[in-house]
């Protein structure tokens, strides 16, 4: 289909021939790449973060070392020159001469190739080939581009399927609502579990005290280093990745539809004010659509934040958290309750000075938790924290894929909420852990 395409745009086989070879080994390579760095291949999904890396290319190509990157940019390059030098017939090494019957050889190729995937996909070949989501067995058994393929026409299959709803919370009776915040830490994990001297010598004073009061519980998230809409969208729509199918590798392409399990949207009636809180683009992943369809009533991105500090590029912790100390002041005045779901990204990398530099930015990520648990105290409000990682680092040498994935999350209630809330070190996947928060609010208000 590839050979096919290029030979219909550009005219000349043997040209198309070694475009479509070079696509192919630079794929192979890319997703060597991504295996070192987050442990798992290029996938289908993949695709929809190209815009975001035009837009935001440091966002991404820190994570790659400098001399793979010198090479993917060079081919890159090369490939963008050789495919519209062939279009403008200015060939690096070949002119396009060929007619146009071979432009239209090369398009029944792909047509051709595109039918045939279709007819495979409908009459589920692809399920019986693939039968599970599990990348690295397709890649073992069919290669790259094949399990690629075969895993898109699963998640063609899997974004139709029915998930169960769930209901809002009933708001009672009550005088004042709870105020409720949610704080998905960039890359915040507990240092004392990466094994390394330096790493466990970093003290991290508010999450400790929070594990002394039985407050602290392990996140069972399944994306390293990455992806840090997984863990996001279990927490915000409660649905396991056992239920999406190939839709959990990128599940925000299809949250849409469960618009109404979100978080948001299930606390409506007891939260009447609902801030969704992220200092950074928020295009990625389709936030800016996503978040007010899920119930969201105000949406704070970058824009909120054009003079505050920023850490190697990104918006830092303390900005964010004086941002959040400001909504929760707005919030003590109002009987209505509110619910605030913060992303920070100060510790998102690229960390220039190795592992000291991201437990510095880890220590900040705690500051955070100890301001907001603060600020929630003096309130004399009912009031519920929940803060958690969203993924573990990747640091090349210090912290690599294939370990635990496991991220500290702390859960602290205060007022009606205090007895109710204690984790001590239970286990609980982003999904369970959204029915903890909607479970501990409903009894707060029943």
């Known amino acids: 289909m590839i050979f096919g395409a290029l030979v219909s745009l550009a005219g000349h086989p043997l040209a198309a021939a070694v475009l479509a070879v070079l696509t192919g080994v630079l794929l192979v390579f890319g997703s060597g ?19 975001a890396f035009v837009r935001h290319p440091r966002f991404y190509i820190g994570a790659i070392p400098p001399f793979a990157r010198i090479l993917v940019v060079a081919g890159l390059a ?20 060929s007619g146009l019957s071979v432009r239209v050889q090369g398009l029944c190729l792909f047509v051709t190739g595109w039918f045939c995937l279709d007819v495979l996909g409908r009459v589920g070949l692809a399920r019986r080939l693939l039968p599970a989501a599990d990348l690295d067995m397709g890649e073992q058994r069919y290669g790259l581009l094949a399990t690629i393929v075969l895993s898109w026409l699963r998640w063609k299959d899997d974004r139709r399927r029915k998930l169960p709803s769930w209901p809002p919370v009933s708001a009672g009776q009550l ?7 949610v704080i998905q830490c960039e890359s915040f994990a ?56 190939f839709c959990r590798f990128d599940p925000y392409l299809t949250a849409g539809k469960q618009a109404g399990d ?5 606390l409506a009636p007891v939260c009447g004010d609902r801030v969704f809180l992220h200092p950074h683009d928020l295009r990625f992943y389709g936030r800016d659509v996503l978040m007010p369809v899920a119930g969201f009533s105000r949406l704070i991105g970058t824009e909120g934040f054009a003079a505050a500090a920023q850490e190697e590029g990104h918006i830092a912790d303390h900005a964010v958290g004086d941002r959040i100390l400001t909504l929760i002041d707005e919030a003590v005045s109002k009987p209505s309750g509110t619910f605030i779901f913060t992303v920070t990204i100060e510790n998102h990398g690229p960390w220039s000075g190795g592992m000291a530099d991201y437990l510095q930015h880890l220590q900040q990520g705690d500051e955070l938790l100890g301001r907001v648990t603060q600020a929630l105290g003096q309130t ?62 409903a009894g707060c208000v029943s």
């Open 380 to 441: 004399g409000r009912d009031a519920l924290l929940v803060f958690y990682g969203d993924h573990r680092p990747s640091l090349p040498r210090a912290v690599m894929p294939g370990g635990a994935r496991h991220t500290p999350v702390v859960v602290k209630g205060f007022g009606a909420l205090s007895a109710m809330s204690r984790l001590d070190g239970v286990s609980l996947t982003p999904a369970a852990l959204h029915h903890r928060i909607i479970s501990l609010v």
């Open 262 to 266: 979100a978080l948001a949207a299930r």
């Open 190 to 245: 507990d240092p004392r579990e990466f094994g390394l001297e330096d790493a466990s010598a970093c003290v991290l004073p508010h999450l400790l005290c929070a594990e002394r009061e039985g407050e602290v519980g392990k996140l069972q998230v399944s994306g390293f280093g990455a992806y840090t809409m997984r863990t996001e969208y279990g927490v915000l729509f409660g649905h396991e990745e056992s239920e999406l199918g």
């Open 78 to 97: 090369f490939l963008g020159a050789s495919f519209f030098g062939l279009l403008l017939e200015d060939a690096l090494w070949l002119r396009s001469g």
């Open 33 to 51: 790449l991504k295996r070192n760095v987050l442990g798992e291949p290029l996938m289908f999904s993949d695709v929809a973060v190209i815009g």
């Open 175 to 181: 005088d004042q609502a709870p105020l409720i915040v």
